[in-house]
């Protein structure tokens, strides 16, 4: 079989194995939170002003949107390692890109730079790789229809390529948000930054909520209440002149997350991961974890860059399975692929509710993981939208992970691999270069071992 990144002209795969090693000691400091990298990029091209970026993730899908924030008209510049800064053109002023945005695999980008086209008068195309031509773009082009933005052209069911005509006037929305999706949030707030009047989100499950907090630093008037049990209702004053600003990205808690679940599984690891953000609306991986017993210490709690930090130390943890509910989801999204994996290894059965959204993430994780399980020899089974793991202490390995261009499902199961009595592959690393450049390295150093494969 060939990993579909060859297939798809996309460089060729690059297979990697993970096998069993001694335990994984020493300090590790994840990259640069994904989403707020790209959103102080964005920010920094509607800010009027030089916007300062430290701890900038260096990951393809975040560089791609600094490549889209330049041909809409800023000037984005690397001044060392993590260190940016952007000059922004303000609301209202950007250019129409002369190309296609070329996006990659990074959903988030395509997602957010909608939102801000579609509230400009200019036209952009955006597309990206086989990964990005699958995912549904109609949940951010229906809003941005609904404040005037029109579509020319796109692929079959509203995908890439897609080509957005904004508008100057987007009309003021109240918009009730269908699915927890913190991108969908963000499109329509930063389409509704260039409107005349008043933009609202609803959401019934509160999701990450970056857009919000930034827009605020960057002197928005913007408004968060709760909503219902579980949810927001954000309200946002249009046309306010952003001021740059000088942005600290902290520690990316879905990146280390690996790192994390890791240190849990090997045997005798103890481990420190270091200023991890714990923004309530991305930690439900470690809420998740302790419920199933896992020994995870909050050291030095302190706010940093406008959120949440800690040191975290985390040691060898016997799990045992828990059931997670479908409310968390939004809270720990782009974690159940690892979170499966440690469920793998925990005392009967971890079941995991309300996964729908797990379907159109860079790849249908559902199946990947599910597949993934089914290669390294563990029983599991998807129930509806559940997906159902059973666990024991030891877990067989020696299969290979079809990683469907997708970041997270790679990582994931090198980590199974760590700790399964025979070694774990997975058929293609390269996209682990999106998120989490340095992946390979920095779990080498806590003592983590990979083995080079040969392609299939
Ligand atoms: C993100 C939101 C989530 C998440 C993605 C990053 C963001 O997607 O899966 O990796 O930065 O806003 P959804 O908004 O589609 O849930």
Known sequence: M??????????????????????????????????????????????????????????????????????LGAKVERLGPGRWQVDGCGVGSLLAPRETLDFGNAGTGTRLIMGVVGGHDITATFDG????????????????????????SEAEGGRCPVTLKGTGEPAPIEYRSPVPSAQLKSAVLLAGLNSPGRTTVIETEASRDHTEKMLAYFGARIVSEPHGEHGRRITLEGRPELRARDVVVPADPSSGAFALVAALLVPGSDIVIEGMMMNPLRIGLITTLLEMGASIETLNPRIEGGEDVADLRVRHSALRGVEVPAARAPAMIDEYPVLAVAAAFASGETRMRGLSELRVKESDRLAAVAAGL???????????????????????????????????????????????????????????????????????????????????
Not at 398 to 427: C, E, K
Request: proline share 6%; charged share 20%; hydrophobic share 45%.
């Open 2 to 71: 060939q990993a579909e990144s060859a297939a798809h002209g996309h460089g060729n795969a690059q297979p990697l194995g993970a096998a069993a090693c001694g335990p994984l000691k020493g300090r590790l400091r994840p990259p640069g939170d994904k989403s707020i990298s790209h959103r102080a990029l964005i920010l920094g091209l509607l800010a009027i002003g030089r916007t300062t970026i430290e701890g900038l993730l260096e990951g393809d899908d975040v560089l791609r949107t600094g490549a889209a924030c330049a041909a």
């Open 129 to 152: 790789d086989a990964s990005l031509r699958k995912r549904p773009m109609r949940r951010i082009l229906d809003p941005l229809a609904l404040m005037g933005a029109q579509v020319t």
């Open 374 to 456: 089914d290669a390294a020899g563990v029983p599991n089974r998807i129930e509806g939208d559940d997906l159902i793991v059973t666990g024991a202490a030891r877990v067989r390995g020696g299969g290979v992970a079809a990683t469907h261009l997708d970041h997270r499902i790679a990582m994931s199961f090198l980590v199974l691999g760590l700790a399964s009595d025979q070694p774990m592959q997975v058929d293609d690393a390269s996209m682990i270069a999106t998120s989490f450049p340095t992946f390979r390295p920095e779990m080498e150093r806590l003592g983590a071992r990979f083995v080079e494969a040969a392609a299939r």
